[in-house]
């Protein structure tokens, strides 16, 4: 095979990175600790220029050789990435403003796709278009933030490429995609000796010459392969997606813990998947040696749907991805917030606090039922009944599209952040928003990779959002119920409760949430609520009334939520309670605000 020659690639970037740090000509290239960093030291950020040059390298042989065909495909990648290598050295240099770094990136871009470079999974061009400009930069930008520890940036990649690369031989074949990836495979390979050394630091970093350079390259990769084919399915699509499926999850999740705490997305910080792994325990080469094989599994699925290209067998394997990906990305959340608090971080088994965190799989499960549910019902009622094959070929198309929305929709809108036992009517909100927006969405889609014909798709999916809304907000809604379902079958001591203002309202749903006790009635003096019912609970009397109402209720005990009341009131209620047995108790609730200090005035 005359790709293997762009192993050349190893050696040239061996070298390279050899003979820049014995001389003086890269000292100007370093970086110095910072409070957003994670090194300690000093140290030299020229290894991008040592994984250009190899990869470079490694793509001249193979032209030289005739391994692989010029062609203005290949032209726009090496251009693309050549203009980045160059920003990114300048960057390195002197730090440019994300908006300059933003619109180098969108130039090459549209050079890499303006060159022969196409995103075929769509037939309208625009949108081609829009999907090509915001998959090459987001994944640049990806693999930027993912550039944050010893090893981890390379690694993930040399993963990547080797997946691109066994595609380019197997499912989707081309000699361009194969080199390009052996050549950008076999550059990282030749950096990590002198990046990744446990036990010892970096001897140099990659710099933005060099992250640019690995996410603009691999993003290319997915639209010179499996991106660019006739016949698309849903496998084809997930590829690329699944094979960098690590550095997604790290951007979604930096740039949500950014933007809700309001901190600029481009500014550094110790907030990264790889940072929580270490606050978990884990040494640095652990915490790589974890993402890649995370990275190499999801990896293997990828291709494995591709070989056997079963669209129940996708959707299937969708789901237990995400369903492993929420609770890891729900996982590493708790670990940064139980070290930020500064709490002591407990070790458990690893794949215990991954997997199996009960309350979130079962949320994630029903999830997968009731979204399979839903939209099969709404496809049946549409469409009257199971439809022509050409009909069913569609609605399989799109199940897999509308699972994958939709869980982005919820884990966006923090539908399983949520704690459900607690929740009221308006936390059904963020499901309806997931609902209306996913099916949206995957309708776009849907009418983006395939033709539909006459398939009444978007009533489908509008029938389906509603559907979907509905069982999904009772599902949780069940789960608010059920404490107080198992509560019922136990016996709870009957409490009545004086004074049906704020204090008496709050104790009443203290008691209810805790189960504490029943609430079984109000007893308060204002007319205007006498006989209604406040938090579904009646008011059954005024203080004068107390005797009859302890009878009536069935009361076993009385709190007193109005100590201030005039005394022969409370006295009247006391003295009911000691003739019926049964205590009678004041709750008093004390909110102490701390004083502030005083200002000293500062005369002239």
Same mark, same amino acid.
């Given at each position: 095979?005359?790709?293997?020659?762009?192993?050349?690639?190893?050696?040239?970037?061996?070298?390279?990175?050899?003979?820049?740090?014995?001389?003086?000509?890269?000292?100007?290239?370093?970086?110095?600790?910072?409070?957003?960093?994670?090194?300690?030291?000093?140290?030299?950020?020229?290894?991008?220029? @040592?994984?250009? /040059?190899?990869? +470079? $390298?490694?793509?001249?042989?193979?032209? &030289? !050789?005739? %391994? *692989?065909?010029?062609?203005?495909?290949?032209?726009?990648?090496?251009?693309?990435?050549?203009?980045?290598?160059?920003?990114?050295?300048?960057?390195?240099?002197?730090?440019?403003?994300?908006?300059?770094?933003?619109?180098?990136?969108?130039?090459?871009?549209?050079?890499?796709?303006?060159?022969?470079?196409?995103?075929?999974?769509?037939?309208?061009?625009?949108?081609?278009?829009?999907?090509?400009?915001?998959?090459?930069?987001?994944?640049?930008?990806?693999?930027?933030?993912?550039?944050?520890?010893? @090893?981890?940036? /390379?690694?993930? +990649? $040399?993963?990547?490429?080797?997946?691109? &690369? !066994?595609? %380019? *031989?197997?499912?989707?074949?081309?000699?361009?995609?194969?080199?390009?990836?052996?050549?950008?495979?076999?550059?990282?390979?030749?950096?990590?000796?002198?990046?990744?050394?446990?036990?010892?630091?970096?001897?140099?970093?990659?710099?933005?010459?060099?992250?640019?350079?690995?996410?603009?390259?691999?993003?290319?990769?997915?639209?010179?392969?499996?991106?660019?084919?006739?016949?698309?399915?849903?496998?084809?699509?997930?590829?690329?997606?699944?094979?960098?499926?690590?550095?997604?999850?790290?951007?979604?999740?930096?740039?949500?813990?950014?933007?809700?705490?309001?901190?600029?997305?481009?500014?550094?910080?110790?907030d990264h998947t790889s940072h929580r792994l270490v606050y978990y325990g884990l040494s640095e080469a652990d915490a790589v040696f974890l993402l890649a094989l995370v990275a190499a599994a999801i990896g293997a699925t990828a291709l494995a749907y591709n070989v056997l290209d079963n669209a129940r067998l996708t959707a299937f394997g969708v789901l237990l991805t995400f369903v492993l990906l929420v609770q890891f990305g729900s996982f590493l959340s708790d670990l940064e917030e139980r070290s930020r608090r500064g709490e002591a971080t407990e070790q458990p088994s690893l794949w215990k606090a991954l997997v199996f965190e009960p309350r979130r799989l079962v949320e994630v499960v029903v999830d997968f039922v009731v979204i399979c549910a839903t939209f099969l019902a709404a496809y049946v009622l549409v469409i009257g009944g199971l439809g022509s094959e050409f009909e069913r070929s569609v609605f399989l198309a799109a199940l897999p599209i509308l699972l994958a929305t939709r869980y982005v929709f919820f884990v966006a809108l923090g539908v399983y952040r949520r704690v459900w036992r607690y929740a009221t009517a308006r936390d059904v909100v963020p499901i309806a928003v997931g609902c209306a927006g996913s099916a949206v969405v995957a309708f776009l889609v849907l009418v983006a990779l395939r033709d539909i014909g006459p398939v009444p798709a978007l009533e489908v999916f509008v029938v389906d959002a509603v559907l979907c809304t509905l069982l999904v907000g009772a599902s949780r809604l069940t789960l608010r119920l059920l404490p107080e379902a198992r509560a019922r079958g136990r016996h709870r001591r009957r409490v009545l409760v004086v004074g049906a203002g704020q204090a008496g309202r709050g104790l009443a749903r203290e008691l209810r949430d805790t189960h504490e006790a029943r609430v079984v009635g109000f007893l308060d003096d204002n007319p205007r609520v006498r006989r209604r019912r406040i938090l579904g609970i009646s008011v059954v009397g005024a203080l004068d009334e107390a005797p009859r109402a302890i009878a009536g209720a069935r009361a076993e005990e009385v709190l007193v939520t109005i100590p201030g009341a005039p005394q022969e009131r409370l006295d009247a209620v006391v003295r009911a309670s000691e003739e019926a047995g049964i205590p009678c108790r004041i709750v008093r609730r004390v909110t102490e605000f701390s004083a502030p200090e005083p200002v000293e005035a500062t005369l002239p």
């Amino acid at each position: 095979m005359d790709a293997i020659v762009a192993i050349a690639a190893f050696p040239i970037t061996v070298a390279v990175l050899w003979t820049l740090l014995r001389t003086p000509t890269g000292g100007r290239l370093v970086a110095h600790p910072s409070g957003e960093r994670w090194h300690a030291e000093t140290t030299p950020t020229f290894g991008g220029v @040592g994984i250009f /040059a190899g990869f +470079a $390298a490694g793509i001249g042989v193979a032209l &030289a !050789i005739g %391994a *692989v065909e010029w062609s203005g495909e290949l032209g726009g990648i090496l251009v693309g990435v050549a203009l980045l290598f160059a920003a990114g050295i300048l960057d390195d240099l002197r730090p440019l403003s994300p908006l300059a770094k933003l619109a180098v990136q969108i130039g090459a871009a549209v050079i890499a796709l303006a060159s022969g470079l196409h995103v075929e999974i769509v037939e309208n061009d625009v949108l081609a278009w829009g999907i090509g400009i915001l998959w090459l930069v987001g994944i640049t930008n990806a693999f930027n933030l993912l550039d944050n520890m010893d @090893g981890l940036a /390379a690694t993930l +990649a $040399a993963i990547a490429c080797a997946y691109f &690369a !066994i595609d %380019a *031989v197997t499912e989707h074949p081309s000699e361009t995609v194969l080199v390009l990836s052996l050549a950008l495979g076999l550059a990282c390979i030749g950096f990590l000796p002198f990046n990744l050394r446990p036990g010892r630091t970096a001897a140099v970093f990659m710099g933005d010459s060099g992250s640019h350079v690995l996410g603009f390259a691999l993003a290319s990769f997915a639209l010179a392969s499996s991106w660019t084919v006739a016949g698309t399915t849903v496998a084809t699509v997930l590829l690329p997606l699944l094979i960098l499926a690590i550095p997604i999850l790290d951007t979604t999740l930096v740039t949500l813990v950014r933007l809700g705490q309001r901190r600029p997305v481009s500014q550094g910080g110790r907030d990264h998947t790889s940072h929580r792994l270490v606050y978990y325990g884990l040494s640095e080469a652990d915490a790589v040696f974890l993402l890649a094989l995370v990275a190499a599994a999801i990896g293997a699925t990828a291709l494995a749907y591709n070989v056997l290209d079963n669209a129940r067998l996708t959707a299937f394997g969708v789901l237990l991805t995400f369903v492993l990906l929420v609770q890891f990305g729900s996982f590493l959340s708790d670990l940064e917030e139980r070290s930020r608090r500064g709490e002591a971080t407990e070790q458990p088994s690893l794949w215990k606090a991954l997997v199996f965190e009960p309350r979130r799989l079962v949320e994630v499960v029903v999830d997968f039922v009731v979204i399979c549910a839903t939209f099969l019902a709404a496809y049946v009622l549409v469409i009257g009944g199971l439809g022509s094959e050409f009909e069913r070929s569609v609605f399989l198309a799109a199940l897999p599209i509308l699972l994958a929305t939709r869980y982005v929709f919820f884990v966006a809108l923090g539908v399983y952040r949520r704690v459900w036992r607690y929740a009221t009517a308006r936390d059904v909100v963020p499901i309806a928003v997931g609902c209306a927006g996913s099916a949206v969405v995957a309708f776009l889609v849907l009418v983006a990779l395939r033709d539909i014909g006459p398939v009444p798709a978007l009533e489908v999916f509008v029938v389906d959002a509603v559907l979907c809304t509905l069982l999904v907000g009772a599902s949780r809604l069940t789960l608010r119920l059920l404490p107080e379902a198992r509560a019922r079958g136990r016996h709870r001591r009957r409490v009545l409760v004086v004074g049906a203002g704020q204090a008496g309202r709050g104790l009443a749903r203290e008691l209810r949430d805790t189960h504490e006790a029943r609430v079984v009635g109000f007893l308060d003096d204002n007319p205007r609520v006498r006989r209604r019912r406040i938090l579904g609970i009646s008011v059954v009397g005024a203080l004068d009334e107390a005797p009859r109402a302890i009878a009536g209720a069935r009361a076993e005990e009385v709190l007193v939520t109005i100590p201030g009341a005039p005394q022969e009131r409370l006295d009247a209620v006391v003295r009911a309670s000691e003739e019926a047995g049964i205590p009678c108790r004041i709750v008093r609730r004390v909110t102490e605000f701390s004083a502030p200090e005083p200002v000293e005035a500062t005369l002239p």
